[in-house]
Nanobody, 123 residues
Framework: VQLQASGGGLVQAGGSLKISCEAS????????MGWFRQAPGKEREFVAT????????FYVDSVKGRFTISRDNAINTVYLKMNDLKPEDTAVYYC?????????????????WGQGTLVTVSS
C-alpha cells in the first residue's frame, strides 16, 4: 500500500493551495480518506475526512468554510483545496486511508498513512 502526497509549498497568507494524495495497493473506491496535519512541536491533528463515495465530508472547526476535501475514485486520488490560508495552517499534511468507508476523525482509526507534504504559509 502506498499513499503519495504532493502539492505542498510556500504560499502567502490569504492565498490558496491544492494538495493531492494518490493511493495504490488498496481498493480506493471503498476506503474512507482523511487529511491530518502536524505543525512543528505539536501533535498530529485531524483536518478533514471523506467517505467512500465522496458524498459525505467532515472538517475540523478551524478549517470549515476554507478547506474542501474531494476525491476522484477513477484515478485513486483524494484532494484538499485550501483557501484563505493562515500562518497557523503551516504544517506537514498527511493523507490516510481507512477501510470502513465511513467518516473517520480519529488518528488511530486509519490503517494506512502517506509520507506527508509540507505547507508553509507566510504572514
Amino acid at each position: 500500500v502506498q499513499l503519495q502526497a504532493s502539492g505542498g509549498g510556500l504560499v502567502q497568507a490569504g492565498g490558496s493551495l491544492k494538495i493531492s494524495c494518490e493511493a495504490s495497493g488498496i481498493t480506493f473506491s471503498t476506503y474512507t480518506m482523511g487529511w491530518f496535519r502536524q505543525a512543528p512541536g505539536k501533535e498530529r491533528e485531524f483536518v478533514a475526512t471523506i467517505d467512500w463515495s465522496g458524498g459525505s465530508t467532515f472538517y475540523v472547526d478551524s478549517v470549515k468554510g476554507r478547506f474542501t476535501i474531494s476525491r476522484d475514485n477513477a484515478i485513486n486520488t483524494v484532494y484538499l483545496k485550501m483557501n484563505d490560508l493562515k500562518p497557523e495552517d503551516t504544517a506537514v499534511y498527511y493523507c490516510a486511508a481507512d477501510d470502513s468507508g465511513a467518516l473517520r476523525i480519529g488518528l488511530y482509526e486509519y490503517d494506512y498513512w502517506g509520507q506527508g507534504t509540507l505547507v508553509t504559509v507566510s504572514s
